[in-house]
C-alpha cells in the first residue's frame, strides 16, 4: 500500500466479483484507516500487517484475515463472512454486526459487540468496559476476563465467558448453561479454533426487566 492508495485498492476488492480473482493480499498498511471494507463477495484477503479504524468493516461474504491488530470499529456493520485478526482490537469492534463471525486473538478494548445484532464474536483474551452494551442478538464468546457492566441493558445476545466478569450491567444476569448452549459454544469455538472447553465457561443473558418482552417474538429480538 506504499506504492497504491488505499482508494484504489478498496475499489480492487469491491470489483472481485468481476474477475477471475479470489485471494488478495495486502502488504505494508501503515496502519491506514478503513482497509478492506463493504467487500460483497467470497473471496479471501489477507492484510500483512496492523490497521487502523473500520477495517473490513461492512463485510459480506468475504474472509479477512488481518495479521496483525486492528483500531476502533473492526468489522462494525459486519453482515456475513469471517474476519480473524491475530493481534489486539480497540474499542467498539464488532458493532452493530448482523452476522458473519469475529474472531480476535488477543484482548478487545471497551464496548466489544456493542448493540450486535447477530454477528459472532470470539476473543482469545480480555474485553473492556461496556462490552455487549445494548446487544440484540448473536453471541459473544470470551477466554480471558470481562470488565465492567458486560451486557448493560442487553436484550436476546447470548454472552459466554470462562474467565472473570468484573461486573455485570443493569438486567444482565449469569443464567443456566442448558445442553443447547454447550452445543452453540462448542461450535463456536471450533470454528475460532479456540483450546477451551464449553464446560468452562458461564453464561450471561438478560433479566427481560428493562424491556417488553414477549417469548412469542423471541427470533425477532
Same mark, same amino acid.
Given at each position: 500500500?506504499?506504492?497504491?492508495?488505499?482508494?484504489?485498492?478498496?475499489?480492487?476488492?469491491?470489483?472481485?466479483? /468481476? @474477475?477471475?480473482? @479470489?485471494?488478495?493480499?495486502?502488504?505494508? *498498511?501503515?496502519?491506514?484507516?478503513?482497509?478492506?471494507?463493504?467487500?460483497?463477495?467470497?473471496?479471501?484477503?489477507?492484510?500483512?500487517? +496492523?490497521?487502523?479504524?473500520?477495517? $473490513?468493516?461492512?463485510?459480506?461474504? /468475504? @474472509?479477512?484475515?488481518?495479521?496483525?491488530?486492528?483500531?476502533?470499529?473492526?468489522?462494525?456493520?459486519?453482515? +456475513?463472512? @469471517?474476519?480473524?485478526?491475530?493481534?489486539?482490537?480497540?474499542?467498539? $469492534?464488532? $458493532?452493530?454486526?448482523?452476522?458473519?463471525?469475529?474472531?480476535?486473538?488477543?484482548? $478487545?478494548?471497551?464496548?466489544?459487540?456493542?448493540?450486535?445484532?447477530?454477528?459472532?464474536?470470539?476473543?482469545?483474551?480480555?474485553?473492556?468496559?461496556?462490552? /455487549?452494551?445494548?446487544?440484540?442478538?448473536?453471541?459473544?464468546?470470551?477466554?480471558?476476563?470481562?470488565?465492567?457492566?458486560?451486557?448493560?441493558?442487553?436484550?436476546? /445476545?447470548?454472552?459466554?465467558?470462562?474467565?472473570?466478569?468484573?461486573?455485570?450491567?443493569?438486567?444482565?444476569?449469569?443464567?443456566?448453561?442448558? *445442553?443447547?448452549?454447550?452445543?452453540?459454544?462448542?461450535?463456536?469455538?471450533?470454528?475460532?479454533?479456540?483450546?477451551?472447553?464449553?464446560?468452562?465457561?458461564?453464561?450471561?443473558?438478560?433479566?427481560?426487566?428493562?424491556?417488553?418482552?414477549?417469548?412469542?417474538?423471541?427470533?425477532?429480538?
Amino acid at each position: 500500500m506504499a506504492e497504491i492508495e488505499l482508494r484504489e485498492v478498496n475499489a480492487a476488492l469491491q470489483g472481485a466479483p /468481476a @474477475t477471475n480473482y @479470489t485471494q488478495f493480499e495486502i502488504r505494508n *498498511p501503515r496502519g491506514s484507516h478503513a482497509v478492506a471494507v463493504g467487500l460483497d463477495a467470497e473471496i479471501e484477503v489477507t492484510v500483512k500487517g +496492523s490497521t487502523g479504524y473500520y477495517c $473490513a468493516g461492512m463485510n459480506k461474504l /468475504a @474472509t479477512v484475515h488481518v495479521e496483525g491488530s486492528v483500531g476502533p470499529g473492526a468489522a462494525e456493520n459486519m453482515m +456475513s463472512g @469471517t474476519v480473524i485478526v491475530e493481534g489486539d482490537a480497540s474499542q467498539y $469492534a464488532g $458493532a452493530t454486526g448482523h452476522g458473519g463471525l469475529l474472531v480476535i486473538k488477543g484482548n $478487545a478494548s471497551s464496548r466489544c459487540g456493542i448493540s450486535m445484532k447477530g454477528i459472532d464474536i470470539v476473543v482469545h483474551g480480555n474485553i473492556g468496559h461496556m462490552s /455487549a452494551f445494548m446487544a440484540q442478538k448473536g453471541n459473544l464468546v470470551v477466554l480471558g476476563d470481562a470488565g465492567d457492566a458486560l451486557g448493560d441493558s442487553l436484550y436476546e /445476545a447470548r454472552l459466554f465467558v470462562r474467565g472473570s466478569v468484573r461486573s455485570l450491567g443493569a438486567d444482565c444476569i449469569e443464567k443456566e448453561m442448558r *445442553p443447547e448452549h454447550l452445543e452453540i459454544l462448542r461450535d463456536l469455538l471450533d470454528k475460532a479454533g479456540a483450546d477451551a472447553k464449553p464446560e468452562e465457561f458461564k453464561r450471561y443473558g438478560s433479566a427481560r426487566k428493562l424491556y417488553n418482552f414477549n417469548i412469542d417474538h423471541a427470533d425477532e429480538y
